[in-house]
């Protein structure tokens, strides 16, 4: 299943060849997946007010192809694996016209509370627990 998340590339998020840098394509999975969250009625605020936060422990990015300015990407967002500790994010950048890969990657992530420590969600949240688990994508089923 997983969730699309659709953005326009700005122009500041180009380098001198009006390409985009890098670095910008984690900040595309992280808007992809706070309305992923938001979709899934999990929004950080709701997760925070329950003691919950969701850090980032890895990135890992395969850079395919370069998007341009003035280009729309697509950011295909799901969950690979969940443990009740641990959340693996997936993600695929596409181009909107043209279906052009330009990335695949991932992030890793584990669940603490507010004092940064961890928890394990399915004894600490089993309602919240139950929604990632209901999530999981397998990527190659698609």
């Not at 299943?1 to 001198?16: A, L, Q």
């Not at 399915?122 to 994508?137: D, G, I, M, R, V």
């Amino acid at each position: 299943m997983g969730f699309i998340y659709e953005r326009k590339i700005n122009y500041y998020e180009t380098d001198k060849m009006g390409v985009v840098h890098h670095s910008n394509y984690i900040r595309y999975m992280e808007e992809a997946r706070c309305a992923w969250l938001e979709k899934i009625q999990m929004p950080f605020a709701l997760l925070e007010e329950n003691n919950i936060t969701i850090p980032v422990l890895g990135v890992s990015c395969d850079y395919k192809y370069h998007a341009t300015y003035g280009d729309t990407i697509l950011v295909h967002t799901f969950a690979k694996e969940y443990s009740g500790v641990r959340l693996t994010m997936g993600y695929e950048i596409k181009d909107k016209e043209t279906g052009k890969l330009f990335l695949t990657a991932e992030t890793k992530h584990c669940f603490t509370n507010k004092n940064i420590r961890p928890i394990n969600l399915k004894k600490y949240s089993p309602e919240f627990s139950e929604k990632f688990q209901s999530l999981l994508e397998n990527p190659q089923g698609k």
